[in-house]
Structure formats: C-alpha cells, structure tokens
C-alpha cells in the first residue's frame, strides 16, 4: 500500500478554486514536516507549502503565499493544500511529501526536496486562462 494518495487535480478557470487532498496510510502524523510540491513539463519540482505536524507551523512559497493554504487532520491522516486565485502559472503536478527526520527538515528547510523521503503518485492540476 502507497504510503501516501493524492487526489484533488482537475482542470479549473483562471480566479477559481481547488482543494488537494492527500492521505497518509501506515503512520501517525506526529511530528514530522509534510509538504505540497508541484512539478510543471520541463522544470525542476519545487516545494508550494510545508507544514510541520507537531505543531501546525506552516511555510509557503513566495509565489503561492496569500493564496494558497496547507493544513492537515490528524484524525484523518489527511493533509490538504486549499488553492485560491488560481493562475495559469499553478499549472502542474501536485505531490504530497513526507519527512522521516524532522530534524534533516531543520537543516535543508521544510520546501527542499532533499527534507523528504516519501511521495505521492501525482495529481494534474490545470488552469485555464
């Protein structure tokens, strides 16, 4: 069984809105940094929000602050990436991630690829202008 599923991706309306979800089987969310990166055709997969568990610090990148919003319940094992104000430019593949050294996350940073060992299969999200 994937450790992490993905689902959410459709295609949306330049302004409009799309909640991520993605599912964390096999583990408690405890404390570990857990994060949304997206990958578009061509470049490199770059982290949009982090979160870390234990304490429900959040960190964005510039590009998505104000409106993009990473949260999680740990009831469900879920974590979530809420998109408002969608632009073309969010045209990617959305991944969770998920750290098992919170401390490596410390070091690197929670939106660096190296902070994380498992990844989601991918959701596409497309914006239409």
């Known amino acids: 069984q994937e450790p992490l599923v993905d689902s959410g991706g459709e295609s949306v309306q330049a302004g409009g809105s799309r909640r991520l979800s993605c599912e964390r089987s096999?583990?408690?969310?405890?404390?570990?940094?857990m994060a949304w990166f997206r990958q578009a055709p061509g470049e490199e997969r770059q982290g949009v929000a982090a979160?870390?568990?234990?304490?429900?610090?959040?960190y964005y990148a510039d590009s998505v602050k104000g409106r993009f919003t990473i949260s999680q319940d740990k009831a469900k094992n879920m974590l979530y990436l809420q998109m408002n104000s969608l632009k073309p430019e969010d045209t990617a593949s959305y991944y969770c991630a998920t750290g098992s050294d919170p401390t490596r996350c410390m070091t690197v940073g929670p939106l660096l690829r190296d902070c994380y060992d498992y990844w989601s299969q991918g959701t596409q999200v497309t914006v239409s202008s």
């Open positions: 979160i870390y568990t234990g304490a429900g610090r959040t």
């Open positions: 096999g583990y408690t969310f405890g404390g570990a940094y």
